[in-house]
């Protein structure tokens, strides 16, 4: 016997149990206590782990001398907390030349790598030409080889430029990295194509979708690639150990090993030089972090 149902009347869906609605919600939404407690068990390891080293560090460079930093049970706050040792450290080598060294190359990587980045991510995402894909191609497989199969060509190509014991020539080789043309590339790559054919309609040209379309719309993007290029720079130790030989052009990485071979025997000022070498890198992420939060939302239309 079949039911016929009438057309006229609509159809109304019926509304799933309530014991269906409460397993959804407790299977999406919720989190049991056990879970709870071990997400935050998890949350605080690893915390411990990324920033237990940084605090150690600040708290041996504020510990007096008379405090012993080798106890079988490590105290984290200093009994006789001090800054003599940041002042000894200012006192025994030109930590001061040494960060404006570490900053102009830092200046020149970060440029380097915003502008030509840049550049590069958006003529590879957005220009039609011969050869797109063999150069997009070449970018990926440079990510395949470490640093150090390259690092004798690059020095005798920056020997050979005359660029030697220069600070340009520490900045060179990094002032466009393949990682940061890809984030870029990534980036361009999201944004809607009908807003360039717009442009392209409206008579704009490349360089024009490039200033007034494209750039705003990466901001984040371009603050991690400036980020990252920063760190990078600041912290590289063995390309201007190799570059540099004069004394006066060494950056605040090298410098810092005749505090170390200087002083093996007091880990304070150790640690002391490098939180005055850490301090620069927590100024630029504080100064970008709002873009760089914002990354996520790139690619929308901004009218």
Same mark, same amino acid.
């Given at each position: 016997?079949?039911? +016929?149902?009438?057309?006229?009347?609509?159809?109304?869906?019926?509304?799933?149990?309530?014991?269906?609605?409460?397993?959804?919600?407790? =299977?999406?939404?919720?989190?049991?206590?056990?879970? /709870?407690?071990?997400?935050?068990?998890?949350?605080?390891?690893?915390?411990?782990?990324?920033?237990?080293?940084?605090?150690?560090?600040?708290?041996?460079?504020?510990?007096?001398?008379?405090?012993?930093? %080798?106890?079988?049970?490590?105290?984290?706050?200093?009994?006789?907390?001090?800054?003599?040792?940041? /002042? #000894? +450290?200012?006192?025994?080598?030109?930590?001061?030349? %040494?960060?404006? &060294?570490?900053?102009?190359?830092?200046?020149?990587?970060?440029?380097? $790598?915003?502008?030509?980045?840049?550049?590069?991510?958006? @003529?590879?995402?957005?220009?039609?030409?011969?050869?797109? /894909?063999?150069?997009?191609?070449?970018?990926?497989?440079?990510?395949?080889?470490?640093? #150090?199969?390259?690092?004798?060509?690059?020095?005798?190509?920056?020997? #050979?430029?005359?660029?030697?014991?220069? *600070?340009?020539?520490?900045?060179?080789? =990094?002032?466009?990295?393949?990682?940061?043309?890809? *984030?870029?590339?990534?980036?361009?790559?999201?944004?809607?194509?009908?807003?360039?054919?717009? !442009?392209? +309609?409206?008579?704009?040209? !490349?360089?024009?979708?490039?200033?007034?379309?494209?750039?705003?719309?990466?901001?984040?993007?371009?603050?991690?690639?400036?980020?990252?290029?920063?760190?990078?720079?600041?912290?590289?130790?063995?390309?201007?150990?190799?570059?540099?030989?004069?004394?006066? /052009? %060494?950056?605040?990485?090298?410098?810092?090993?005749?505090?170390?071979?200087?002083?093996? &025997? $007091?880990?304070?000022?150790?640690? @002391?030089?490098?939180?005055?070498?850490?301090?620069?890198?927590?100024?630029?992420? !504080?100064?970008?972090?709002?873009?760089?939060?914002? =990354?996520?939302?790139?690619?929308?239309?901004?009218?």
């Amino acid at each position: 016997m079949s039911v +016929v149902t009438d057309p006229a009347r609509p159809v109304v869906a019926t509304e799933a149990p309530k014991s269906v609605r409460r397993r959804r919600s407790s =299977g999406f939404n919720s989190v049991s206590p056990r879970e /709870k407690v071990a997400r935050y068990v998890l949350l605080v390891f690893v915390l411990l782990i990324t920033i237990g080293p940084f605090l150690w560090q600040l708290s041996t460079s504020l510990k007096g001398s008379g405090e012993d930093i %080798y106890t079988r049970i490590p105290r984290l706050l200093p009994a006789q907390p001090t800054f003599d040792h940041y /002042k #000894e +450290v200012t006192d025994t080598i030109p930590v001061w030349d %040494y960060a404006r &060294n570490s900053l102009v190359v830092a200046f020149l990587v970060v440029g380097g $790598n915003v502008i030509g980045a840049s550049l590069a991510g958006f @003529a590879l995402s957005r220009l039609q030409f011969r050869g797109r /894909k063999i150069v997009l191609g070449l970018f990926l497989a440079t990510l395949v080889l470490p640093g #150090e199969v390259t690092i004798i060509s690059q020095y005798v190509t920056v020997r #050979e430029f005359g660029l030697a014991n220069t *600070l340009f020539g520490v900045a060179l080789p =990094g002032m466009i990295g393949a990682l940061n043309v890809l *984030l870029m590339y990534n980036a361009f790559r999201s944004l809607p194509v009908e807003v360039d054919q717009a !442009a392209v +309609v409206d008579g704009a040209n !490349a360089w024009q979708r490039f200033l007034y379309i494209g750039l705003p719309s990466v901001r984040g993007t371009i603050s991690v690639v400036a980020i990252f290029a920063f760190i990078g720079a600041w912290d590289d130790f063995l390309w201007p150990l190799i570059v540099l030989t004069d004394p006066n /052009k %060494y950056t605040l990485t090298v410098g810092l090993q005749y505090l170390s071979g200087t002083f093996s &025997n $007091n880990p304070r000022l150790i640690a @002391a030089g490098t939180m005055i070498a850490f301090i620069p890198i927590v100024i630029v992420f !504080a100064t970008l972090q709002r873009f760089f939060f914002k =990354g996520v939302e790139e690619g929308a239309v901004k009218g």
